[in-house]
């Protein structure tokens, strides 16, 4: 995979679960990570909605890219929304969650796996200063808007951030009871991704995983259902699973699963674990362009 860089002004956003360490000691591991994994699918779905792009995921934060700033607010907006109305349908084994938004528009340099420079640094702080059920951007992002979203938004402080070169007023975004809400209203519903087959291909071999046949290991040695012969594989790489109509990319290799979608966005799995939708590539140990022996075809249907 080439590496690609460009500079331009973007709005990066932040979405976190608060208080997903919580999840994993009271729950235990494998339902927490069900459930922190279903909520990341379901933010990833709503940014697509509004034209985001998802840059990568950081444990339960997802990192997303817009072009402009009414439709990643809007974005927030819902994925409060939809976060809410998921956890009230107890669609999340844990129960319901709670999650937080930080969001900046600003100068940005676009890598092909990352966003760094101005919008990503202070978008990252923001984040951190927001509480549960908070949507926190700044003075930048909201000057953008217009009148009918910025009416949604109160100042809350202006605080000294790394990587701006003046101090950051902090907006917060009333996403509960306001005209915010009615606009990000107006876009139809999607619904809940699901899935009944994944193929995937690795040279001549055909594989599938379903709900017969619910797991596919992937790994350099003998005993793996994908046996993948790098040097960057591990011996037991990674593994996908089916689970309620969802499939579930798991990395737990040293160099790291990357995914990479026909529709072009890219991830880099470390010891984490993704939902797999549509179809793309699958690298097992660096990227597909410098990698090809190990990297495989799937596609969700």
């Known amino acids: 995979m080439t590496p690609h860089r460009d500079s331009s002004r973007l709005v990066v956003l932040f979405a976190d679960i608060a208080g997903s360490t919580r999840l994993y000691e009271q729950h235990g591991d494998e339902l927490a990570r069900d459930s922190v994994s279903q909520c990341v699918d379901l933010l990833t779905e709503v940014a697509m909605r509004f034209d985001g792009r998802l840059v990568k995921t950081i444990g339960d934060e997802i990192m997303c890219r ?76 909201v000057a953008e808007l217009p009148e009918s979203l910025r009416l949604a938004s109160r100042r809350l402080d202006r605080l000294p951030l790394s990587g701006a070169a003046e101090a950051v007023d902090i907006y917060e975004l009333i996403w509960e009871v306001s005209g915010l809400t009615q606009v990000a209203d107006m876009s139809p519903e999607r619904a809940r991704i699901t899935h009944e087959r994944l193929a995937v291909a690795y040279g001549a071999g055909q594989f599938e995983v379903n709900e017969t046949c619910p797991s596919l290991t992937m790994g350099r040695v003998q005993g793996n259902d994908v046996v993948v012969p790098s040097d960057l ?32 966005s890219a991830q880099v799995l470390r010891r984490d674990r993704t939902a797999l939708v549509g179809s793309g590539r699958i690298c097992l140990g660096g990227d597909p362009d410098r990698n090809p022996v190990a990297t495989l075809r799937y596609r969700c249907e």
């Open 66 to 141: 817009f072009s402009e700033p009414v439709g990643a607010v809007l974005a927030s907006n819902e994925m409060q929304f939809a976060v809410r109305r998921e956890g009230a349908a107890s669609r999340f084994a844990t129960g319901a969650l709670r999650i937080k938004v930080g969001l900046h528009l600003g100068p940005a340099l676009e890598e092909s796996e990352d966003i760094v420079g101005e919008a990503s640094m202070v978008a990252a702080q923001i984040v951190k200063l927001a509480k549960a059920d908070q949507i926190l951007t700044s003075g930048a992002t």
């Open 233 to 264: 594989t591990s011996r037991n790489h990674a593994v996908i699973e089916y689970r309620r109509g969802r499939f579930y990319l798991e990395d737990n290799s040293s160099n790291g699963t990357t995914v990479i979608t026909d529709g072009g």
